[in-house]
């Protein structure tokens, strides 16, 4: 297999290979160029043509010619027309990659078949991805995707040079459409990125386009025509002040001539004025650079030991003094700003085939063995998952692999889920996976895709253990699994299914409470148990059956089965649990005294055996106005019921005592004594609670906290 390094650039590509001693070197194109133009020119017949030919078909004002595709890709939506067919960023991406693989076989006199690719550091998942199906596309395998900073940290043999002792350095790359800084430490055989960021769109470009901008303003003020309106001299504009940057990086200053509409503007740009125009694209570098900076402890501009400059952009004088002023020292030298990513990916493509055992062609790449310094990179983003927060009024990202972790970077969180035994087919986990920083806000992040997990078994209780694991590979793309961690067998894989993003993702703006009452959810279910001990006769039992009542007509019955009992000696279920409104307030007609006069029994098993077939949360209200002879028993019951997964609600009233409410309910909060006039209002609270919380069988919340816990039914309103 032959493999080379391609650096693919936003507004030049070069390839690279490494020969028989060793070294890396540039294989120039068929113009003789070490630098290729990631320009197309898109003729009416025949092939694409890519690179410098296509530049000067953009020169002389051509405008079936595409430029800087590369800021879009990731983009679904961004496409370009010619002759009536579009063309994404990949394809374009595509014919720019076919043409390097073409030239590098001419040169080699071999098939090349493999590539190390580098893109931005900060390239997201999308972007990534969509550079790999580019390369597939012209018909190489990608071995890996590097971090364009990491490679020109290679090339330059950083650690070669720290010669066993670690030096800081900052990898400050700009480019022509993009920007990108890292911090790398190194020491002895090793390279370490610590951080890294950038902005993707903040490069080369940008200082084209603010000449551009005004020199039009110029030939506007001089003439009254506006160049920009007509795409020939717009692109002819663009050229021109391309080519008077560079110059302007040799000398004081330049000339630009601008021929549009029969007239002939001619200016002279001093390089003051170009400085003096593009001054706050450079303070932006230096924004993105302190924040880079301050994300590595204890790390200052005097501790760093260097800055590397990549990126053609970097000639311009003004990126160095302005370095040498935000760093208080002089950038390292020594490096082919143009040349260094694509000399660094040639290396790694080297090392990554020595490693698999498949040499190169003779005579070119290495024959010597030669070892690449262990590398560490980084993550650019952070990636995480839309979760609920804990008391479920909104949606946050929930970062579980955070920016600047090492690639391959791995982590996994255990969550719980309610699955049904009966109705398989509600049974999923869904899990949107974003990448970003935003934790408020999730939509702010890239929504990277939505991953659906079926294939539950099903568990006592109906609560499955999940763990989600997300994994950043080498190439620092993402990939998502899952598993149930509680099938009875030990722990099962779960079926993955990738589904398209929906386009309205709307839902995340609102309330997770609000969203779960509109899906088909699985049922809770609530017993409410009515103390029928001989004091209760009277108005006690009176205002019992209204607060069933009031907490009943509150209920969606197909969200919530009710079941009503009594308990005193003896226990009666007036009413199993049911979904039909009648059944259950003809039970809460009949509540009346009459079962024995004391409370020798205890209501909870009984309760869950209302409640055996029943699949959803479940909960128990329990009413009493007295002392009940068997606590003990009483206290043993309760606890099997919670340990069983159901919620116990104590309400107390008369001689009702409050410490062996709070032993029997299931938090403090859940043990309210109360008057006998605010009965009704307690039972309403207890409904509201109830169908805020009634959870669809795929919540996900916050990791690593379990299943979210209410404060207790009376926190807000009585706590
Ligand atoms: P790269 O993406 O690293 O190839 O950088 C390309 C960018 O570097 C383009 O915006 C070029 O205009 C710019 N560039 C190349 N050489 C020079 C130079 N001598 N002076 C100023 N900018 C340059």
Redesign the pocket.
Known sequence: MTAIGI?L??????MATVMENSTPQIIKNCDGDS?TP?VVYIPADGEPIVGSEAKEFQAVGESEVASFFKREMGNPDFFLTFHDRKYTPVELSAQVLKKLKRDAEAQLKQPVDAAVITVPAYFNNSQRNDTITAAEMAGLKVLRIINEPTAAAIAYGLSGRSKGTEQTTMVY??????FDVSIVRTSGNEITVLASDGDHKL???D??DRVAVYLACEFKKEFGDDPFEDMESFNDLLVSC?NA??????RESTKVKIAYNGQVGRYTLTREKFEELTQDLLERTKNISQLVLNSVPGLTWEKLDGILL???????PMVAGFVEKMTGKPPVRGVN??EA?ALGAALQAASDLREKGEFSIEGTQAKEAFTLPAIRDVTCHSLGMVAENQDRSKYLNSIIIPKNSQIPAENACDYVIRISARRPEVNKLEVYMLQGESVDSPLECLLLGKYVFTGFVPVPQGKAQVRVHYAYNKNGTVDVRAEQTNAPGGSINLQLQIEPVPEDMSWLTRSPKENTMNQQSIPSALVIAVDASGSMEGRRMKEARNAANALVEKLDLQQIHVGIMVFSDQMEALAPCSDDRRIVCDAIAKLRIGWGYGNDASPFTHAMEMMQYEEGEKFIVVLTDGYWQCTDLAIRQAAQAKAEGAEIIAIGIGDADHRFLKKVATCDENALMTDLSKLVESFSTIAQVLSAGNASGADLVVPDTGTPKRKGFFSKLFG
């Open positions: 650096d650039g936003t507004t030049y590509s070069a630098i990631s790359d700009l480019g022509g459409g993009t490069g080369g470009k200082w084209d391309e940057k560079r110059e302007l990086s040799e990549v990126g053609g952009s970097t000639r311009m700003v143009d990513v």
